[in-house]
RNA sequence: UCCGCGAUAGCUCAACGGUAGAGCAGCCGGCUGUUAACCGGCGGGUUGUAGGUUCAAAUCCUACUCGCGGAGCCA
């Protein structure tokens, strides 16, 4: 007696074991001729295995007749090649254990197609469905496929820390962590909430960025990366924001913009062709139930060479397209949604690397170039979802990235550990961040990101 | 946060000033291996919340809550 899972029991290698298998009940049809089809799933896999139940199993009447959709059960059986089509293998049932029922007069979640708003309602049960169980599995090989790529790549795994003291990094608005009791916190003179006397001797923040402390450990052990959670409190309602989010951020010495550029396009590839080996059950679902172009459009991906663009040629292209966009574009200003959009869905059709951007729009820490006027930032554009990378070649002079600070209103003091990095063995050095949640978003084609992550995390919500 | 749209049975929706309906699910029955099984029958509602207009409100008006689409911000 094996104990298989779904996946391994839907093998045709399978046929002849003699088999333990255990699961939730996706449906039961019960035949003409006094026996009943149970469609088992374990998440192993996104198909089910077909369960032939007998007439004459002692608890035919008692039990399977009254199994119904979530229901928990233990079958015990021998693989078979299924005599009809639909299945390559079917598991005759010798024994059948109840472990839960699942009322049907009460249990949300049925056979039938469910929207994803009802879902979101759902979040503890939806993992059950179909749609969750596919998302849930390509997340997964996404997350492994990128450890996989960098480890291969001889990166390091940063952990960066989740509480912080920058209240400055100006990526957004913070979540203030704190120990005080808010009822009655101490005040300073001024009548002002004194955080000096909070748990950590000063006011902290959940983390928006581990970039500042990624480049600490970039400029002494080469090629680093992060990978954890990111707290925006943005009271961004949109399909693509998330208050709590999975970012990761490879930093590497001694990369200038190209090598950043030829690491982030290898990276997306690898991660994408991953998804369509690893996953092709789950991404043929996604292909014809959610997004009937999610396959084309990696494999397009896979293949293509993404395109390179500095800002000032793209304005250029914009200006010269004969589209009309609600927002005119003009050099100096950051490009809207619709620009991107149309660079990547519509001029180019393909992923778009956009650089060099104008220096008023873009983070302090981006290094200024010979020009004056630019920086060397680079935003990596896919059709669907828009920006999916954001990255840049850091500012290594001290001078300059002083000078920009201040600029940016910036006090250099609070960051004296960051400026250090340039006082003390200073090198080039690059890299990006990539939303984990956007490149689901991209692989699967779901439309909204909370429907990407177990428990989404927005302003007026925090369930399950 | 701004603009627009929406909220009716467990789920997906219809009814758009005059007694609130259908499909699915559920329950009961039928059906010689089924594939979102099929066929027949039955039950199922304070129409998001609070006010207002009207002889009469799911329907018109106001506020609020929540959801969706788009924008801003960004990953």
């Not at 589209?323 to 180019?348: M, N, Y």
């Amino acid at each position: 007696m094996d104990k298989l899972s779904v996946a391994q029991a839907r093998k045709v290698e399978s046929v002849g074991k003699k088999v333990l298998l255990r699961g939730w009940v996706r449906t039961r049809r019960d035949s003409k001729g006094g026996f009943s089809f149970i469609e088992l799933n374990d998440g192993s896999c996104f198909g089910n295995v077909q369960v032939v139940a007998d007439g004459s199993l002692p608890n035919y009447q008692n039990d399977v007749l009254r199994l119904s959709v979530g229901s928990s059960v233990a079958i015990e059986g021998e693989v078979l090649a299924s005599p009809a089509k639909g299945q390559a293998t079917e598991v005759k049932a010798t024994s059948l254990r109840v472990y839960g029922d699942a009322d049907p007069a009460t249990y949300p979640m049925q056979k039938k197609g469910h929207s994803m708003e009802f879902l979101r309602e759902q979040a503890h049960l939806r993992p059950r469905t179909n749609t969750f169980g596919a998302v849930t599995r390509v997340r997964s090989q996404i997350s492994r496929s990128i450890h996989e790529f960098f480890s291969e790549q001889g990166f390091f795994y940063i952990h960066a820390p989740i509480i912080t003291a920058s209240d400055c990094e100006g990526a957004g608005q913070m979540f203030r962590v704190t120990a005080l009791d808010m009822a009655k916190p101490p005040r300073n003179g001024a009548g002002e909430i004194d955080y000096s006397r909070d748990f950590f001797g000063r006011g902290t923040y959940l983390t928006v960025s581990g970039q500042l402390e990624a480049e600490t450990y970039a400029t002494a052990l080469g090629k680093v990366y992060t990978f954890g959670p990111t707290f925006r409190a943005e009271n961004s309602n949109t399909s693509r924001h998330l208050a709590e989010f999975w970012m990761i951020e490879p930093e590497m010495a001694f990369y200038e913009l190209p090598d950043n550029m030829d690491l982030a396009e290898a990276f997306l590839k690898r991660v994408f062709r991953d998804a369509l080996e690893k996953c092709p059950e789950d991404m043929a679902f996604f292909n014809e139930r959610i997004e009937k172009t999610a396959i084309s459009t990696l494999q397009g991906i896979v293949d293509s060479q993404f395109v390179r663009l500095p800002y000032t040629e793209a304005v250029d292209i914009l200006t010269k397209s004969g589209q009309t966009f609600e927002f005119p574009v003009k050099w100096g200003i950051d490009l809207q949604s619709e620009h991107e959009r149309f660079l990547t869905e519509k001029h180019f059709k393909c992923p778009v690397i956009l650089y060099d951007y104008p220096r008023g729009i873009k983070a302090f820490y981006m290094r200024l170039n010979e020009d004056g006027r630019t920086v060397r930032a680079m935003d990596v554009l896919v059709p669907r979802v828009g920006e999916i990378i954001g990255g840049s070649q850091r500012e290594e002079r001290l001078d300059v990235l002083t000078e920009r600070m201040q600029e940016q209103h910036l006090s250099p003091e609070a960051y004296w550990w960051y400026l250090d990095l340039r006082r003390f063995g200073t090198v080039p050095h690059s890299g990006f961040g990539l939303g984990l949640e956007r490149t689901v978003q991209f692989v699967t084609g779901i439309g909204n990101i909370r429907d990407v992550i177990p428990f989404p995390r927005v302003p007026g919500s925090a369930d399950f």
